[in-house]
Structures are given as structure tokens and as C-alpha cells.
């Protein structure tokens, strides 16, 4: 695997001005062969990850959980594209 991974972005509709939360975001990536696919696989799989849009839930959640090094720095990756598309989607 190749040490920067190219991570394509699906379209993102939000109705009504609303903010898709994170769990949501992410299934996107769910048939990606990365970190951040794995990370969405893991997610669809704990029936307990917060419906949360706070970075620092998220993060201490994975914690919680005993997350990898790697999973939390794909995760912060992941962060950083979701906010970035959230931006994009509401006009920031």
C-alpha cells in the first residue's frame, strides 16, 4: 500500500441546511481499501459510536475503545475531509 493514498470524495447532499453528522459521513468510504475505509468498516460494525459531530467525543470514544495509533490518525484525517466537505456544503 502506498504510503499517501489518494481519497476520492463522494457527493454530499444535506436537506434543509443540516449538518450530516460524522457516523453518517463516513459510510462513504465504506468499499475503500485505506485506513479511513477501515475506520468507516469499524463504525458500521459498533452499534455504540456516537451520533456526534464534536471531534473530541469522537476521539475519546475511539479511545475508549483501545483505537490503534493508526485508526486515530485516520481518523483525524477523516475530521479534517468532513470538515472541510461541511464547509463546502453550507457555504463556508
Given at each position: 500500500m502506498e504510503a499517501q493514498q489518494k481519497i476520492k470524495l463522494?457527493?454530499?447532499s444535506i436537506d434543509g441546511g443540516k449538518?450530516?453528522?460524522?457516523k453518517t459521513w463516513i459510510q462513504q468510504f465504506i468499499n475503500e481499501d485505506n485506513p479511513i475505509g477501515?475506520?468507516?468498516?469499524?463504525?458500521?460494525?459498533?452499534?455504540?459510536?456516537p451520533d456526534?459531530?464534536?471531534?473530541?467525543e469522537l476521539y475519546d470514544y475511539l479511545y475508549s475503545q483501545n483505537a490503534s495509533e493508526l485508526c486515530l490518525l485516520s481518523f483525524?484525517?477523516?475530521?479534517?475531509l468532513y470538515n472541510a466537505r461541511q464547509r463546502k456544503c453550507v457555504g463556508y
Open positions: 463522494s457527493k454530499i449538518t450530516m453528522i460524522f477501515d475506520l468507516a468498516r469499524d463504525n458500521e460494525q459498533d452499534p455504540s459510536f456526534s459531530n464534536s471531534y473530541n483525524d484525517k477523516a475530521w479534517q
